[in-house]
C-alpha cells in the first residue's frame, strides 16, 4: 500500500480550505499538516474529522513557524487570507513561504490565486482591487520563476496556481457583498452588475480541483489551473431560485457606491486586511477595494471581458463539475437543515473573517 504523502496546508480552516483539506485527507492519498493558531477551534476540528490532519500551531508570519510546517512535506497548498494581511503583507509572506518550501525540499507548491485582473485590464486603476491583486502579482511572479531556465536547473520545486473567483455559497451567506434580502414574500438580491457576470466557484469542486494539480504534478508544473462554474448573472440566478424554490426573487441592479456604503457601513472607510497599518499609503480601504472588485464583474460579462475563464478545459479535468447556478441550487436545495427558502431567511456564515469578525493577529 503507498505510503499517503504530506501536504502542508496555509489556509485550512477557510472556505476554501476546508473542502482542499477534505478532498485530500478523505482519498487516503495524502495526509495534511495544517497551519493554526489554535488546534482546539471549531473549524480546525472539523478538518481532524475528515482524517489524518496535524496542527501545526503558529503564524505564517513566522520564518520558523512556516520552516517548521513544511519540513518533511512533499506537496504545499498556500492560501494567505489578504483580508487578514493586507494587500502589502502578503505579497512579502506568500513569496516567502514559497522560498522557504523550496528551503525546505516541499516537491509541489500550490498556490491559492486570484486573477491579476489589474493587470488584465491593461492598468486601470478603476480594476485595482487590492484582495485580488496582492495574490495575482505573486502567481505572476511564481510562474515566472517556473519558466526560468537557469532557475529550474537549480531548483526541483514545481509549482502551480488554483485561481478562484467569488464563491457562490456567497449569495446565501451572511453579511457578504452577494447576500439577499428577503421581502415578505420575495427574496431580493440588490447587486451592481450592470450587464455584467461573476465567474462564481462552486466551494464544493475545490476540493477535486487540488486533489487534480496533486495527482498530477507533471501536468500541474507551471499551470494556472483558473476555475468557476459559471459566469453568473443574477437574472438566471433569480430565476433558478423561484424555479427552485417556488418563491419570487428579484435582483435589483442598485447603484455600485450605495452597495458598498450598504455592506460595510460605518466600517466603509476601514482598511481591507484588518491588519493593515491604516496609515500606511499603500493600504486599502473597503470603500476602494469592493468598488473594483465590482467593476471587474461589471466588465466580464458573457465570459469576454476582464476575467475570463476556459470551461472546455475544466469540462475536461472534472466531468462532473458543478456548471450552471442553477445546479448549485438544486444541490443546494437537497441539503439541511430545513429547505432553501427558510435558509434563505436565516442565512448562515461562510467566510471565516465574518463568522469570527474582523479581529485577530497574524
Avoid at 53 to 59: C, D, H, P, R, S
Avoid at 77 to 99: H, L, Y
Avoid at 259 to 274: Q, R
Avoid at 280 to 307: C, E, H
Amino acid at each position: 500500500m503507498t505510503t499517503p504523502r504530506l501536504i502542508s496546508v496555509i489556509g485550512g480552516t477557510g472556505a476554501q480550505g476546508i473542502p482542499v483539506v477534505k478532498a485530500l485527507v478523505s482519498s487516503g492519498l495524502y495526509k495534511v499538516r495544517a497551519l493554526t493558531r489554535d488546534p482546539t477551534n471549531a473549524r480546525f476540528k472539523e478538518l481532524q474529522s475528515y482524517g489524518p490532519v496535524e496542527a501545526a500551531v503558529g503564524t505564517f508570519a513566522s520564518e520558523p513557524d512556516l520552516r517548521a510546517l513544511f519540513h518533511g512535506a512533499w506537496g504545499a497548498f498556500v492560501n494567505i487570507d489578504g483580508f487578514n494581511s493586507g494587500e502589502k503583507s502578503e505579497i512579502f509572506w506568500t513569496i516567502r513561504a514559497w522560498e522557504l518550501a523550496i528551503e525546505e525540499g516541499v516537491q509541489l507548491f500550490i498556490l491559492g490565486n486570484l486573477d491579476y485582473a489589474y493587470k488584465s485590464s491593461g492598468f486601470r486603476p478603476q480594476f485595482h482591487a487590492g484582495h485580488y491583486d496582492g495574490k495575482g502579482r505573486v502567481g505572476d511572479f511564481i510562474l515566472a520563476q517556473n519558466k526560468d531556465t537557469e532557475f529550474r536547473n537549480l531548483v526541483k520545486m514545481r509549482s502551480a496556481l488554483f485561481t478562484t473567483g467569488p464563491y457562490i455559497e456567497m449569495t446565501l451567506g451572511k453579511n457578504t457583498p452577494f447576500a439577499p434580502v428577503v421581502e415578505g414574500d420575495t427574496a431580493v438580491w440588490r447587486v451592481p452588475l450592470a450587464g455584467g457576470a461573476v465567474p462564481f466557484t462552486a466551494l464544493e469542486d475545490c476540493g477535486f480541483y487540488v486533489k487534480y494539480l496533486f495527482d498530477h504534478p507533471d501536468e500541474a508544473d507551471g499551470l494556472n489551473l483558473a476555475v468557476a462554474l459559471d459566469h453568473v448573472t443574477f437574472t438566471e440566478y433569480t430565476r433558478a431560485f423561484t424555479s427552485i424554490t417556488g418563491h419570487p426573487a428579484r435582483w435589483d441592479d442598485i447603484d455600485l457606491h450605495q452597495h458598498i456604503e450598504n455592506v460595510f457601513g460605518p466600517a466603509v472607510d476601514w482598511p481591507t486586511g484588518y491588519n493593515a497599518d491604516p496609515a500606511d499609503p499603500a493600504t486599502m480601504t473597503l470603500r476602494q477595494n469592493f468598488t473594483a472588485f465590482f467593476q471587474l464583474w461589471r466588465n466580464s460579462g458573457g465570459n469576454k471581458g476582464i476575467v475570463t475563464r476556459d470551461y472546455a478545459f475544466l469540462d475536461r479535468i472534472h466531468p462532473g463539475r458543478i456548471r450552471s447556478a442553477e445546479q448549485w441550487l438544486q444541490k443546494e436545495a437537497q441539503k439541511g437543515p430545513g429547505d432553501l427558502w427558510s435558509r434563505t431567511k436565516e442565512l448562515g456564515h461562510v467566510l471565516k473573517v465574518l463568522e469570527e469578525g474582523r479581529k485577530g493577529k497574524i
